[in-house]
Every structure is written in structure tokens, then in C-alpha cells.
């Protein structure tokens, strides 16, 4: 069983910074993608950044230019480094990782998901 641990969330005033990370632990396991969603109060899970096990990356358009995401193969973790925050990017930020996993069976794939962390921008 693989988990995900993110940490770094936290209240912070407009303009700025904050850096999540989340770590893969449990099985072992080889992460594809990793990436970063957040789901706001009454809106919908949405994506925010990602990245593959080769270092590309993709951002939301709400993201590009002020966020960026990067991840220690080694350590199984991705990181979220968020600048120049605003009110509307409070939300809850949830860690994803898609990949393979050792178990007793066999390597299975898998879709994980961290437990969020809240970030809160205001002032």
C-alpha cells in the first residue's frame, strides 16, 4: 500500500510564498506522474500542476508563472513551490501520484491520493 504525506500548507498573506511537498511511502513503488490539484469550497477538484518521472511539467493557466513543481526521484517526492499567492488560490491542495507498486501479488498500478492540505491566502 502506497501512501502520501504533504506538508507545508499554511495561512498566508496576498503576495506571498508557500512550498508544499509530498512523499510517497509504503510499498515500493514507481511513480509516473506526480502532480498537485486543489479543490476549493463548492467547486470542483482541478488541476494545478504536474510532472512526469522525466521532469516535464504542466500547469493550469492559473498556475504558470507563479507556481512551480519539481520532484527527487529518489525520495519518491513532489514539491509545490507557490509565488506571488492570491485569495483565489485558497483551497484544499492534494497530492497525486500515478504509478506502479510492489505487492505480495505482483507490480500493480495505482492512482494515490494525498489527505490535502489547506492553504489559505488572506490578509
Known amino acids: 500500500q502506497v501512501q502520501l504525506v504533504e506538508s507545508g500548507g499554511g495561512l498566508v498573506q496576498p503576495g506571498g510564498s508557500l512550498e508544499l511537498s509530498c512523499a510517497a511511502s509504503?510499498?515500493?513503488?514507481?511513480?509516473?506522474?506526480m502532480g498537485w490539484y486543489r479543490q476549493a469550497p463548492g467547486k470542483q477538484r482541478e488541476l494545478v500542476a504536474l510532472?512526469?518521472?522525466?521532469?516535464?511539467?504542466n500547469y493550469a493557466d492559473s498556475a504558470k508563472g507563479r507556481f512551480i513543481i519539481s520532484r527527487d526521484n529518489a525520495k519518491n517526492t513532489v514539491y509545490l513551490q507557490m509565488n506571488s499567492l492570491k485569495p483565489g488560490d485558497t483551497a484544499v491542495y492534494y497530492c497525486?501520484?500515478?504509478?506502479?507498486?510492489?505487492?505480495?501479488?505482483?507490480?500493480?498500478?495505482?492512482?494515490?491520493w494525498g489527505q490535502g492540505t489547506q492553504v489559505t491566502v488572506s490578509s
Open positions: 497525486n501520484a500515478v504509478g506502479f507498486a510492489l505487492s505480495p501479488t505482483g507490480w500493480s498500478r495505482g492512482d494515490y
Open positions: 509504503g510499498s515500493i513503488f514507481s511513480p509516473n506522474n
Open positions: 510532472i512526469t518521472s522525466s521532469h516535464s511539467t
